[in-house]
């Protein structure tokens, strides 16, 4: 009998209350995977209804408990990574080492959270004699948090463990095709004390159970990660309903690279920076700026070192039937636009891979930033190479995108990586390195790949509400 996943609401598991599951497929087969619970509009208010019980009593809970909690919870996901790997594996089809590595990251936040309970700080305000003045820091109450399928446990402990310690409750909404570790983290979360309805975990499809989480009235915010699509109609609502909102969207990040730089480093870490999690990533590195005088050069070794990366082994499949389909559509286009595929651009040929949504890492040379696969996010282990020839070229292109997630520089000219740093219009930037697992880092969207920053303390800013308390005495 297939795993049935339920809601996790106030504490304990509650199945849905259609009685209706969706089925998820299990991507490296395409066979079936587990039954989640197809929650409804009343199963939406129970969560919901549960956190808000529980937002006064977790508001008021004494801070240092509320942080040792969180520890506790970063020692639970740690001392039971393997099973929650298992899970991750079985929804996502990933490489089992790359899904322990993002658990020990989602164990992580947690962690860093659990030390800043009582950050950021309010202020004493010095107006004039006679009057006290002062800000506090106060949680929205109940935040409705609506995860993708790429990352899941460790996008759900991003966005829990920063709300969480500023005093909110959430409800969390995983992606219907890869549910089961969310609902592990909020059974771990109950396990080691964490108030009952403090941590809720909302199982369904996007357009049901996601649509009627953000519509909910005692949903004071709304932290998303996925497609930009979504975010705007969850940011139609969110307008509508004057709550704010933090989104988190897609990129198309570029990975710009002089021709003094370490190139060695430089072509692994591209290739790292395009086919870690299969491409699906929305920080991914898929446009490669590469400077024309050694762009030929350059991108036979991104292609030597991109044949490390081989399908059902280090390279996991696309975790949907869609995406899987939309990958193969990028090829499509790639040949309708003759683009040049230096290696992939097609499907493995292995028996064993059948029927698994398995694409083969890919390379198109010497395309020209307007094409559509340089402008589209494809969410696949696919990148573009451009030649470019000054440092204003790689600026301007490397802008020329309706994306503003994340981007790379390397060279060994410290001012110039400087400029660059300071010209590229995306909110994390890595010179010499691509990109980087730790917490404390802010991270968001420039333009079409959102607002609202995650990670850091800079996270719990978009947690809380400013209350000014002014005192005559
Ligand atoms: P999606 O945006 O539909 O799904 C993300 C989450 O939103 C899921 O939990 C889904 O159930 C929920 N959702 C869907 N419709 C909703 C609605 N109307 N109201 C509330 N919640 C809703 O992403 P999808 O369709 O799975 O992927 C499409 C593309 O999005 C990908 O090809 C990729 O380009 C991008 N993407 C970006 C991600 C990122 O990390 N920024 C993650 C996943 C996808
Ligand atoms: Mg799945």
Redesign the pocket.
């Given at each position: 009998m297939a795993t049935r996943v339920n809601h996790w609401i106030g504490g304990r598991s509650v199945e849905p209350s259609s009685g209706s599951y969706h089925q998820d497929v299990n991507p490296t087969n395409g066979g079936a995977g587990a039954e989640i619970a197809r929650g409804n509009s009343e199963d939406v208010n129970a969560a919901v209804e549960s956190a808000a019980q529980a937002a006064r009593g977790w508001h008021r809970f004494p801070s240092a408990k509320r942080g040792r909690l969180l520890g506790d919870l970063a020692r639970a996901i740690r001392a039971n990574a393997e099973a929650l790997a298992d899970l991750e594996v079985e929804d996502t089809g990933k490489p089992r080492a790359e899904a322990l590595g993002e658990i020990e990251v989602g164990a992580a936040y947690f962690e860093f959270y659990a030390g800043l309970v009582n950050l950021p700080i309010g202020d004493n305000l010095d107006i004039e004699p006679g009057q006290h003045v002062y800000t506090r820091r106060e949680p929205y109450g109940v935040i409705g948090i609506?995860?993708?399928?790429?990352v899941p446990l460790n996008q759900a402990a991003r966005a829990c463990a920063p709300a969480l310690a500023a005093a909110n409750v959430v409800v969390v909404?995983?992606?219907?095709d890869s549910s089961q570790t969310s609902v592990a983290l909020a059974r771990l979360a109950t396990e080691v004390g964490f108030p009952d309805g403090t941590f809720n975990v909302l199982l369904g499809?996007?357009?049901e159970a996601?649509?009627e989480l953000?519509r909910h009235p005692s949903v004071r915010k709304v932290a998303f990660?996925?497609?930009v699509s979504?975010g705007q109609?969850?940011g139609h609502v969110a307008a509508e309903r004057v709550i704010p909102l933090t989104l988190?969207?897609?990129g198309k990040s570029a990975n710009i690279v002089f021709d003094d730089a370490d190139l060695e480093f430089a072509a692994k870490e591209a290739v790292r920076g395009f086919a870690t999690n299969a491409g699906q990533v929305?920080s991914a590195g898929t446009r490669l700026l590469v400077q024309r005088s050694i762009h030929d050069q350059f991108v036979k070794m991104v292609v030597d070192a991109t044949r490390t990366r081989r399908p059902g082994e280090n390279l996991g499949p696309l975790i949907?039937r869609?995406?899987y389909e939309?990958v193969q559509s990028y090829f499509e286009v790639a040949r309708q636009e003759g683009l040049t595929a230096e290696i992939g651009g097609d499907l493995p040929n292995d028996e064993a891979l059948q029927g698994g949504f398995f694409v083969n890492p890919t390379v198109y040379s010497n395309v020209d930033n307007s094409a559509r696969l340089a402008q589209e996010?494809v969410?696949g282990p696919v990148l573009v190479t451009i030649p470019f020839d000054t440092e204003e070229d790689a600026i301007r292109l490397a802008n020329s995108s309706d994306y503003g997630l994340v981007a790379a520089v390397w060279t060994k000219d410290i001012s110039r990586a400087l400029r660059v740093a300071d010209d590229i219009e995306a909110g994390q930037i890595f010179v010499n390195t691509w990109s980087t697992g730790a917490v404390q880092t802010p991270f968001g969207g420039y333009k079409h790949s959102g607002y609202g920053r995650e990670k850091g303390i800079e996270a719990l800013n978009h947690y809380g509400q400013v209350k000014c308390v002014v005192v005559k005495y």
């Open positions: 609506i995860t993708p399928w790429n909404k995983p992606a219907e499809l996007g357009p996601g649509a953000v990660t996925g497609s979504v109609t969850i988190e969207l897609g929305c949907t869609a995406q939309q996010e969410f």
